[in-house]
């Protein structure tokens, strides 16, 4: 991976974003359409929820999120996305790490993700992080990790 960092999304990223979006595999990843209006929407957002972006080589390779604490909800549900040309080279851990933290600083005592169960490849890495199973939601396995301060 090259020497990359995660930041939040800004206005100026709409259209790199819209076209991430346009390149991401829905198959696995729904949380919202992935659609340029949505990216448009997503750059304005002003509010608790986390929404970032790893910018490499001139475009957004990775986007990620944090979302419940607008819902009032304490323990956020993750979500990480890797343009499928830069796959497998450290963004979405990157991106978990960062999101992790951030979840940490907010005072959030566990993250929740969920993922089908045939998407091996997220699995290993969210396992690899030291995320557990903790059931069936909507058909898809519902992971936690329990953040330590």
Known sequence: MPNASVR??????ARALADLFAAIDATHFQPHPLTAEEAARLVAYFGQ???AVVP???ELVAY???RGWDEGFSVPSLGVAVHPDHQGLG???LMMQWLADQARLRGAERIRLRVHAENLA???LYESLGYVDGGVER???VM???LRR
């Not at 939040?8 to 990223?13: A, E, G, S, Y």
């Open 8 to 13: 939040r999304i800004q206005p100026v990223d």
């Open 139 to 141: 058909g898809e396995i």
């Open 122 to 124: 997220a699995r290993r």
């Open 56 to 58: 490499a080589d001139g």
């Open 49 to 51: 929820d986390v929404y």
């Open 91 to 93: 963004y979405g851990r």
């Open 144 to 146: 936690t990790l329990e």
């Open 64 to 66: 990620g999120m944090l």
